[in-house]
Structures are given as C-alpha cells and as structure tokens.
C-alpha cells in the first residue's frame, strides 16, 4: 500500500514556481513529522525541508528563503512551494513522514522517516 503520493511535478524554467503535493494515507494522518527531499543523479536523496508538528522547521541552506512548507492538516495533505527556480534544483522529489520526536537536524535525514512517497520529478531549465 503506497502510504503517501506526490505530485505536482514537472518542468520549469529558471526563476519560476512549482508547487508539489503529497496525500497521505490514514496511516500516515498521525505522524509527527514530514518532510521532503530531493535525489539528483549526481547526489544520494538528501534533505530539503522538514518540520515537526507545528514546531520547528530545517530548511537546507540550499532552499532557504525561496521553498516553504505548509500542511493541510484535515486533508492530510503536504505541500512544497518551490519559488526563485534554479537548474540545481532538479531532481526527485520525494515526500516522508515519521512517527516520533527526532531532534531539529534529524530532519533532514531520509534515516528519521518511516513513510515515503514514489517521487515527482521536477526538471528546470535555463
């Protein structure tokens, strides 16, 4: 059973937005903790952003200021919104969540996360 699905992919050019969704499973409506991550052919996954409940959020130094995340709660919906565009960003997208109290660098690592989406690529070009 697929516990989370992304989509919202696709192509962008430089300076551009994206917006990508996820939808969780029930199973997936009471995690602590969500996040996304990118893997590019030249890199391992790694992490963009991640949040904790309402708490703290560790944005890779990568996105900061031009990526937000924000979750529907009542829809168990998470989203990525990718702004400023660069060719860097291309990758695939993967959304994940987790039960549990991991501390704020735990975040970003794909080992904190017990659920995962398939992935949305994104492409963007210059």
């Known amino acids: 059973q697929v516990q989370l699905r992304e989509s919202g992919g696709g192509s962008g050019q430089v300076g551009e937005f994206l917006r990508l969704s996820c939808v969780g499973a029930?199973?997936?409506?009471?995690?602590?903790?969500f996040g996304w991550f990118g893997q590019s052919l030249e890199h391992e996954r790694e992490g963009v952003v991640g949040v904790r409940g309402d708490g703290p959020i560790n944005y890779a130094d990568s996105v900061k200021g031009r990526f937000t995340i924000s979750r529907d709660k009542a829809k168990n919906i998470l989203f990525l919104e990718m702004n400023i565009l660069k060719p860097e960003d291309t990758a695939i997208y993967y959304c994940a969540a987790g039960r549990g109290t991991p501390n704020w660098m735990a975040l970003l690592k794909p080992s904190a996360y017990e659920f995962w989406g398939r992935g949305t690529p994104v492409t963007v070009s210059s």
């Open positions: 029930d199973s997936t409506a009471r995690a602590a903790f």
